[in-house]
Nanobody, 124 residues
Framework: QVQLVESGGGLVQPGGSLRLSCTASGSIFSRNALGWYRQAPGKQRELVATISSVSSGGITNYKDSVKGRFTISRDNVKNTLYLQMNSLKPEDTAVYYC???????????????WGQGTQVTVSS
């Protein structure tokens, strides 16, 4: 089993910034593809940003609506995934989940592991 623990959520005003962190244990962190997903009440869980394993070059991709505002990064020494969120909008309000899976090769993955989620609320 892989354990993922998110932190950094909270209440922020529109236009503000927040940084989410996800610490991982129980796996070889550098081999994992990592991502952030979010889910608002009554909505499907959606991809926010992903970053591939170290061996495949840490390729990032983003949901279109967060491009230019959010940055996903990983610290392979600290076994930590980050999501820097700037210029936050009310529609960013959701529970944010950390995701990890072993990347055998780019595009070929093992099972998904999820953190418990952290609430992000963007409101005046």
């Amino acid at each position: 089993q892989v354990q993922l623990v998110e932190s950094g959520g909270g209440l922020v005003q529109p236009g503000g910034s927040l940084r989410l962190s996800c610490t991982a244990s129980g796996s070889i962190f550098s081999r994992n593809a990592l991502g952030w997903y979010r889910q608002a009440p009554g909505k499907q869980r959606e991809l926010v940003a992903t970053i591939s394993s170290v061996s495949s070059g840490g390729i990032t991709n983003y949901k279109d609506s967060v491009k230019g505002r959010f940055t996903i990064s990983r610290d392979n020494v600290k076994n930590t995934l980050y999501l820097q969120m700037n210029s936050l909008k009310p529609e960013d309000t959701a529970v944010y989940y950390c995701n990890a899976k072993v990347e055998y090769i780019l595009g070929v993955y093992g099972p998904d592991y999820w953190g418990q989620g952290t609430q992000v609320t963007v409101s005046s």
